[in-house]
Every structure is written in structure tokens, then in C-alpha cells.
């Protein structure tokens, strides 16, 4: 029913419990909410269905808390056990400890009263039930301030402990004496948004005792056809309770997270009590945790995936990004669970693809998903070598926002060469063994060819039609390990002079042209 506690002493602890209601309930709505976005998104995955997907995220939730509950109460109830076990070899308490006391329990005062069966007790706790509506029409607690009879003296009893274990009084109800009571008592409105208030109120109690009556949405005073539910602890009854010791008050009381637990048995069978109790809800836990597991896992695994679709309506059979060139449709294949980073044989990548077709939109895509600009293909090239010897700026500068590297070398970064520097008589030898056909030359001076390849790939020809006959050079730039030059000059295939740059790096056998190209 309750499940409160207080203590009759300081304001400060007052306030404390307040706020430990409030964490505690934080704490459970978070653990709560992020169970549930687990299982949610999960089955969101699989199925795009926002119902179904909910209605796992709630089962999953509710089952794992259940499981996460039982487990934690478990171990809290070796610690039980080990309070109770102290207690029965009345060991000292220790102050701020969770312990013990167990023997009968009488009040201090003058006992009360079970409000339907009349019964002389300590506590009670009762329940008035809608069977129609299956909730609580009324329910209520009361506490007088009373002790417990140890081995070792008596101990306080500071706060409300949940009446779980307790029996109903079944026949003992008298049903007129329950209506009479009902009409006769002044209750406190209780709904869910004021819930938490009201358990803070009982936690915050300083009067002594404890008494609180609960009407539950304005509900009608009227026991016909309730269901009436009391619960009591009767004056001298045996009991063990677990609580937090005072040593100042001289008694058990709740604190931080933790209330007064109190059961109708002697320290023997309490001790055993804590822990079978405890691993029944544990094995009633993992039971439930697993059979609903064996129906959702199967579900997951069986279920066929919805199809997914683009923008246009289009069903996306197969995310694949690698050579998509019609940029609208890519974020929808993206989203769909391409790979930002596909590659082919050769290690050439979906972004080289996309900055080798110009494709400005789907570079910024690619590079949104996650694309990298510096992963190189076989050759040694990336997307950022490709965009810059495609002298294409705005997609170098895109990339350079991605983290690409630019090699090049220019006025921020290295000093100015001349004409008869080394870097740029390589450069020109270089471009000499090409137009004379030197194979065993121009593979030497270039880190990017091989005879092999030129004669396989019979790519001579073709680069002396579109390399500069008579190059001069126009700049350079260096930083001592690589050159970037500019040259220029006239080809077999064009009349005109083109500017065409060389990037040549410094090795152990001296300078070598490793990059060559220039605007078509």
C-alpha cells in the first residue's frame, strides 16, 4: 500500500527525506526512460513502426527494471541478514548502520484501534477496493510510537515500515464499523500528480506518530460492494525489524534510500525469511525477463525489415552509396545505413568517386556522414589529392572543413625557389625523359610510374601529347623535404600554354616527382 517512513526529531531531516523521495524517483525515471529508449530503438531499427516499437520499449523496460529491482534487492538482503544475525548475538549497534531488533512490540502511548476490525495494534494499514474499477477508492496508514522488547533493551521504532508481510484481518472486517469509519474521518484528496507530495509528507511527519487517510479521485463514501482490506501489527507480536540506527534517538529509522522493514517472525526464521524472500523475487525476475526474451528475440530475428524509401517514395533495396551520383537521393541512403566510407577494389572510396564527378552536394553528404577525406586508395591517392589536381577549390575547401590534408607547398608554408634550384631541374628533366621516350629515365625520376606499367598501360603516347614540350618554369615554393612548381607550356594537343604543377618529394636517392597535373 504506503510505503513511507519519518523521523519526529529535526526539521533538517524533514527536508532531507523530501528529497530523498524526489532523487529517488528522479533516479527511478531515468533508469526507467533509458530502458525503454533501448528496447524502443532497437525494435525502431528492425521495424520502423512506431507502435510496435513503443510496445516493446514498454515490456522491455518494465521487465529489465523488474530483473534490475530483484537483483539489487538480493544483495540488500545478505546485508538484512547479517543486521539480523548481529542482533541475535546482541552485538552494540552502530550508529548509522543498518540493523536489527527483533521481540515483541508495544506503544508508548495508548494503542490504536484497526479501523475495520477494531483490533488493538500498533500499526495498520488499509485499503478500499473498486473491484468494478480495480483500483483503491480509499487507503490509509497509522503508526502510534512504539518499541520493540530485545534481547538487549528496548528500540524505538522512528518510522512507518510497510505492512507487506503481514496477513489481512479477512473475517475479523466489520463492514458497518468500515463504513462508519469512512463517514466519520476527514480524508486528503490523493491523485497521481499529487502522489509524490503525499509520500513526501509522510516521510516529512514530526508529530510522533503517523495517521493518514487517502480518498483516491474523489471517490464515493459508500462500502457496498468494496472490497475492504486491513492490515494490523497487534500489541505484543512478535517482529523483527531492519532499519537505520540512531544511537541519539535510540532507534530505527529511515535514511538516504532506505526504510524501516519490519517482519511477524523472530530473529530464526527472519533471518532465513530475508534472503529466500529475495530469491524468489530474483528467480520470479529473470523468469519473467526470460520468457518475455524468448518471444521478443525470435520476433526481432524473424521479422521481416520494412522497406525503406527515399524522399521521392523510391524503395531503397540496397544502401549503397559507392557510385551515387544524384545527390538528392544520397542523404536518404545514408540515412538508411550506407557506408559514408564504401570502398572498391583498388581502395578507391565513394568520396574520391564523388569529388573525381564534381559532385559538390554529395561531397558535403559524404563528408556530413562521416566521410574521410585522407584515406588513400592502392596509389597512394585520396580524395583531397583527387579534388586538388582536379584544381577544383571549392571542393578542396570542403574537404579541408572535413580534416583534409593539402600537401601542397606555397608561400604559407615553404620559401620561394628559382630556376636552377634542384626541385625544378628535376622537374624539367622529368619532362625532357618523357617527350625523349627515356623509360628507364623518367621512371627513375618519378615515384608515381614504372617501365612495367608505361608499357603495359601503353600510356606514352598519351602523355606526350598532353605534357608541356618546352615547360618554363612559372614558381615554386619548398620546405626541403617537398616542392610544389608551377610550369608552363605548349602541347602536341594544345596550341595555347597550359599551367601545369608538379609536386615532387625529397628522397633518400634525391628529388622525384611524385604528383603531375593541370586544368583539361
Not at 618554363?472 to 595555347?496: C, H, Q, W, Y
Not at 615532387?504 to 636517392?509: F, R, S, V
Request: net charge neutral; with cysteine; charged share 20%.
Amino acid at each position: 500500500m504506503f510505503l513511507a517512513a519519518f523521523d519526529s526529531r529535526t526539521p533538517a531531516r524533514e527536508c532531507e527525506n523530501s528529497r530523498i523521495v524526489k532523487k529517488s524517483c528522479a533516479l527511478s525515471l531515468v533508469v526507467g526512460l533509458v530502458l525503454f529508449a533501448a528496447y524502443a530503438g532497437v525494435a525502431w531499427g528492425k521495424m520502423h513502426q512506431v507502435i510496435p516499437a513503443l510496445i516493446v520499449g514498454v515490456l522491455g523496460a518494465t521487465f529489465a527494471a523488474v530483473l534490475l529491482g530483484s537483483t539489487l534487492g538480493y544483495f540488500q538482503s545478505r546485508g538484512d541478514r547479517t543486521a539480523i544475525q548481529r542482533a541475535a548475538r546482541g552485538e552494540p549497534r552502530r550508529d548509522g548502520r543498518v540493523e536489527a531488533a527483533s521481540g515483541s512490540i508495544r506503544p508508548l502511548r495508548a494503542a490504536l484501534e484497526g479501523p475495520f476490525s477494531g483490533t488493538e495494534c500498533v500499526a495498520y494499514e488499509y485499503d478500499v477496493k473498486n473491484p468494478g474499477a480495480e483500483r483503491s477508492d480509499f487507503a490509509g496508514v497509522a503508526l502510534a510510537p512504539s518499541v520493540i522488547d530485545t534481547n538487549t533493551g528496548p528500540v524505538k521504532l522512528l518510522g512507518w515500515a510497510a505492512l507487506d508481510e503481514f496477513a489481512g484481518s479477512g473475517e475479523k472486517i466489520d463492514r458497518e464499523r468500515a463504513a462508519t469509519y469512512l463517514a466519520r474521518t476527514a480524508f486528503e484528496p490523493l491523485a497521481l500528480k499529487t502522489a509524490l507530495s503525499a509520500l513526501s509528507s509522510l516521510l516529512s511527519d514530526s508529530d510522533g506518530s503517523i495517521r493518514k487517510d487517502y480518498q483516491i479521485e474523489n471517490s464515493a463514501f459508500d462500502v457496498e460492494g468494496r472490497k475492504l482490506i486491513e492490515k494490523v501489527i497487534p500489541v505484543g507480536q512478535t517482529v523483527t525489524v531492519l532499519g537505520v540506527w540512531f544511537e541519539s534517538q535510540g532507534g530505527l529509522a529511515p535514511s538516504g534510500e532506505r526504510v524501516n522493514r519490519i517482519l511477524p517472525v523472530g530473529p530464526t526464521l527472519a533471518s532465513a525469511h530475508v534472503v529466500e524472500s529475495a530469491l524468489k523475487k530474483l528467480a520470479v525476475g529473470a523468469a519473467l525477463f526470460v520468457a518475455l526474451h524468448a518471444i521478443l528475440v525470435p520476433m526481432y530475428l524473424l521479422s521481416p525489415a520494412v522497406a525503406k524509401r527515399d524522399r521521392a517514395g523510391k524503395e531503397i533495396t540496397h544502401a549503397s552509396v559507392f557510385d551515387e551520383r544524384d545527390c538528392a537521393r544520397l542523404p536518404d541512403l545514408l540515412a538508411a545505413g550506407a557506408d559514408p566510407n564504401e570502398s572498391a577494389i583498388g581502395g578507391r572510396t565513394a568520396l574520391m568517386n564523388a569529388v573525381g564527378n564534381g559532385n559538390i552536394e554529395c561531397v558535403k553528404s559524404l563528408v556530413a556522414a562521416g566521410a574521410r577525406p585522407n584515406t588513400k586508395d592502392e596509389d597512394g591517392s585520396s580524395a583531397m589529392t583527387w579534388a586538388i589536381t582536379s584544381e577544383r577549390d571549392d571542393l578542396v575547401a570542403v574537404l579541408k572543413q572535413a580534416g583534409g590534408t593539402d600537401f601542397r607547398i606555397d608561400a604559407t608554408n615553404g620559401r620561394s625557389l628559382e630556376a636552377g634550384d634542384e626541385p625544378v631541374r628535376t622537374a624539367l628533366a622529368y619532362c625532357a625523359a618523357l617527350q625523349d621516350g627515356n623509360l628507364e629515365e623518367l621512371a627513375r625520376l618519378s615515384s608515381a610510374t614504372t617501365v612495367d606499367f608505361i608499357r603495359k598501360q601503353n600510356v606514352l603516347s598519351v602523355w606526350q601529347h598532353t605534357r608541356p614540350k618546352e615547360p618554363l618554369f612559372v614558381e615554386g615554393f619548398t620546405d626541403g623535404r617537398a616542392a610544389t612548381i608551377a610550369m608552363s607550356g605548349k602541347t602536341v594537343s594544345s596550341p595555347n600554354p597550359v599551367l601545369f604543377h608538379f609536386h615532387l618529394e625529397k628522397g633518400p636517392a634525391g628529388w622525384h616527382v611524385a604528383r603531375e597535373w593541370f586544368k583539361d
